[in-house]
């Protein structure tokens, strides 16, 4: 098991001890999550070795890289996505102020959001660590999808935008990752990173139940704060940020699941009614975070 070494943002090695958090999803195994002492973040201890991370992976039940659609929560999450799909087209095409262009989408599992930009008539790059989820996406949509060694093969200045849909808490260098984001983007690209909020409302209401912690792969959970000032560190600037008002739901029946109570989706449901009401005037607080980075100016 390797231990928390640095931190990624701040590079301090203080971590402080906070509490016990469940792989709910694969093993059941506990994992520890700390704190830095230098800015804040939050991540997960003693997390598995990067090439033994795979098995934590493997489960059908594991949505972002499965085409599985059956229960209740499985085809809400569904439902969510093909809703979402829209409303991320929209977005890149405010963010880059293009209708097409270049994308490079960092984790990007089956290719479902991959396959919709390039239907409409984006040229797009899938990058991603699954292999089964990179060979689903090349089968069913016919994606172009890049194992994650072969970013370094990309051109300088190649992309218009570069997305990383709920990803950037999975990787284990997340700022060597920042990093290659800028060097692809094109001097008035932007990237779009979507993230848990680790201060969010239900994040506080479910503590260690909380779907969004993830262990162990979630390597990293991030703050408004956090995220900012890594992005700094490498370069941007954020020009926006965003709620994403259905992983509210999602998230919390998974943290009723997580509890082991019963009829989780009513209870997820009824409870991202109440903490969406909660959180009108404080977006700060939603469950996930959209940020649309911008690379600083000289």
Request: glycine share 8%; with cysteine; proline share 4%.
């Amino acid at each position: 098991m390797a231990e928390v070494r640095s931190c990624p943002v701040c590079g301090g090695a203080d971590f402080s001890d906070l509490f016990a958090a469940r792989d709910h999803l694969v093993t059941g195994d506990s994992f520890r999550i700390a704190q830095c002492c230098g800015c804040g973040l939050f991540a997960t201890a003693y997390p598995p070795d990067e090439e033994d991370i795979g098995r934590y992976y493997q489960s059908d039940e594991y949505i972002s890289h499965s085409d599985k659609n059956d229960g209740l929560t499985e085809q809400f999450y569904h439902l969510a996505r093909k809703y979402m799909l829209g409303r991320k087209r929209r977005l890149v095409s405010r963010a880059t102020g293009k209708k097409t262009g270049t994308i490079i989408d960092i984790g990007s599992g089956t290719g479902y959001f991959a396959s919709f930009m390039q239907q409409r008539g984006w040229n797009v790059t899938g990058v991603e660590i699954n292999d089964r989820a990179r060979e689903f996406s090349s089968a069913k949509f016919g994606i172009s999808t890049l194992a994650p060694s072969a970013i370094n093969d990309l051109d300088d200045a190649s992309a218009d935008c570069v997305t990383l849909w709920h990803v950037l808490e999975h990787l284990y260098d997340p700022g060597k990752w920042m990093g290659e984001v800028h060097r692809i983007l094109t001097v008035e690209g932007r990237c779009i990173i979507a993230l848990p909020n680790i201060e969010s409302s239900d994040a506080q209401w479910f503590g260690e139940h909380w779907a969004a912690l993830d262990v162990p792969r979630h390597l990293w959970h991030f703050s408004p704060d956090t995220i900012m000032r890594l992005a700094e560190e490498h370069g941007f600037v954020c020009e926006a940020v965003r709620p994403l008002p259905l992983d509210l739901f999602y998230i919390s029946a998974l943290s009723y699941r997580n509890r082991g109570r019963r009829v989780a989706l009513l209870r997820g449901v009824a409870t991202g009614l109440f903490l969406s009401i909660v959180n009108l005037f404080r977006r700060n607080k939603a469950s996930s975070l959209i940020y649309v980075m911008a690379k600083q100016k000289p």
